[in-house]
């Protein structure tokens, strides 16, 4: 078991969506309520840093113009 928790057995992937390399037990996730993993922290970070862009992205765009100053 990871110290966060996570476990590779529970990982819903056995290589990683990045490299195609196996996963690691320290490079583990969670998404959507399910584990996943990466083969090293490099790419699991990479994963949650394109997540918080589509996520801000998207809060951008649910704001309505007006409130970002446009008419």
Request: proline share 5%; net charge positive; hydrophobic share 25%.
């Given at each position: 078991m990871s110290d966060d928790g996570l476990n590779i057995e529970?990982?819903?992937?056995?290589?990683c969506p990045w490299s195609g390399k196996p996963i690691a037990a320290d490079s583990l996730t969670?998404?959507?309520d399910v584990v996943v993993g990466?083969?090293?922290?490099?790419?699991?970070d990479k994963f949650a840093a394109a997540l918080d862009h589509?996520?801000?992205?998207i809060a951008d765009r649910d704001v309505p113009l007006l409130a970002k100053g446009i008419e």
């Open positions: 529970d990982a819903v992937n056995e290589t969670r998404y959507r990466f083969c090293n922290p490099g790419c699991r589509f996520e801000k992205a």
